[in-house]
């Protein structure tokens, strides 16, 4: 990778395709009771003072305790389960972190109903799990609303309280807190191909407008769902006869047009650099942010200018052609509790650990929903806010996510996961 001038290749459809983000992004309005609570806030600077403010107390709390379990046990997407996260934690609180990162939602989900509550305290998971199934079967136990809450007000717009997804579906019960989110749809390198043309022709564009040319991301679920889309309808509800017959007929023709297929993220993103492919079917602001901040700026994530029909509103009469993902961080209904659970969730509100989440993890860079409070937003350079599409004011970023659907559970996962798994087979991948 290049780590010179990150202006290289800027070729002038780059220049056009972010001038022309840049103005659709303006017009986007874009356990533990014994733990105690700080005083709320009302603005996003208060947000983040009132964080500090609560780990001070919290750190405080648990040195006042005894016969507590020192071990947490953390079940989490990458980002989470690394030293620059942890480490400071653990200096802190005296905690031995066990941490262990999951490889999907389901089979984390399988874990927990298979007698997981019993060895993981905290589970980091996207959104919809937590509301739909975690807590309707006593997997995870809420939070302290009044002590949470005011942490809300360090969000960027579009993730304040109340938030849907972080509540149950009374709205009485807080579930976790937000963090970690991003857009996806494909990802292109634009010295090969103009990213107005993807935008505009959106799945199929790639699937045969590029035939041979593009490489599959192989995460299983997200081609599944991106695939839906490409076929014309969401992924998440029941689907018709003709819908899955048209899923068929798609997820059949993505594997035998794509060049390669791969669950390497950064080697897709080195065949993009190199010229081997020209995008990745999907991609995400996830899966090319690694290589942006290396100065490879060339390399974006698209969101498709219009979605299904049934995503179309007034308010956005393109719809909505991509899936925003949210995770969402909880506590496990262990039976054993240890008040270090909940207190690494407040660890992770506080300005220097949610730049970390988001920043220092190795291997990839997401934006955090706390970059709404300055403290937090201040502390990324240029460069890294160039490698999470950010642009003025977050208008680039959130310009996507103003194209997606939220991301939610498929009722017709297995069946359109025999699909794919026959399509992919037909292939020889």
């Known amino acids: 990778m290049n780590s010179g001038n990150i ?9 056009q395709f972010l001038k022309q983000s840049a103005a659709l992004a303006a017009a986007v309005g874009v356990a533990p009771a014994a733990l105690s609570a700080g005083a ?33 046990n953390l079940h989490s997407w990458e980002g989470y389960t690394e030293e620059p996260v942890l480490d400071p934690f653990s200096r802190q609180t005296g905690a031995n972190v066990n941490p262990q990162m999951l490889i999907s939602d389901p089979a984390a989900v399988n874990n ?10 905290v589970i980091n998971l996207n959104n919809s799990w937590q509301r739909n199934q975690l807590f309707p079967e006593g997997l995870i136990t809420p939070l302290d ?47 090969a191909v103009d990213p107005q043309t993807m935008e505009s022709g959106g799945y199929m564009e790639m699937i045969e407008g590029a035939k041979g040319q593009y490489g599959i991301l192989d995460y299983e679920n997200w081609v599944i769902m991106h695939t839906c889309i490409a076929s014309g309808f969401i992924p998440f509800r029941e689907h018709t006869a003709d819908e899955m017959a048209a899923f068929e007929e798609n997820i059949f023709k993505l594997f035998e047009n794509a060049k390669k297929v791969s669950d390497d993220q950064a080697a897709l993103a080195r065949d ?26 060339q390399l974006v994530n698209v969101v498709p200018a219009e979605g299904p029909e049934e995503t179309k509103t007034a308010e956005r009469p393109n719809g909505q052609g991509g899936i925003v993902w949210i995770e969402i961080t909880s506590l496990v209904n262990n039976p054993n509790p240890t008040p270090l659970a909940e207190a690494f969730l407040i660890y992770c509100h506080t300005p220097e650990a949610a730049y970390k989440v988001a920043a220092k993890a190795p291997g990839t860079l997401n934006p955090v929903v706390q970059m709404g409070a300055p403290e937090v937003l201040s502390q990324f350079s240029q460069d890294e806010l160039e490698a999470v599409h950010w642009g003025e004011e977050g208008s680039w970023l959130a310009s996507l996510v103003d194209r997606c659907i939220d991301f939610d559970i498929n009722p017709d996962y297995d069946a359109m996961h025999d699909l794919y798994t026959q399509a992919k087979r037909a292939r020889g991948a």
């Open 7 to 15: 202006f290289r290749n800027f070729s002038s459809s780059r220049r």
């Open 40 to 72: 709320g806030s009302a603005n996003a600077a208060a947000g983040a003072a009132y964080a500090d403010e609560l780990w001070e107390k919290t750190k405080a709390d648990l040195a006042g305790m005894s016969d507590i379990r020192m071990d947490l």
């Open 112 to 121: 927990l109903r298979g007698g997981g509550t019993s060895t993981w305290d």
């Open 145 to 191: 609303k009044d002590k949470f809450a005011p942490l809300y007000d360090m969000n960027v717009t579009g993730f304040e309280w109340p938030y849907h997804w972080a509540l149950d579906e009374s709205g009485e019960h807080l579930l976790g807190m937000l963090q970690r989110y991003g857009p996806a749809g494909l990802a292109v390198s634009t010295d």
């Open 272 to 297: 993009m650099i190199t010229g081997e492919i020209i995008g990745t079917y999907p991609g995400s602001v996830y899966t090319v942010s690694a290589a942006r901040l290396e100065g490879e700026t």
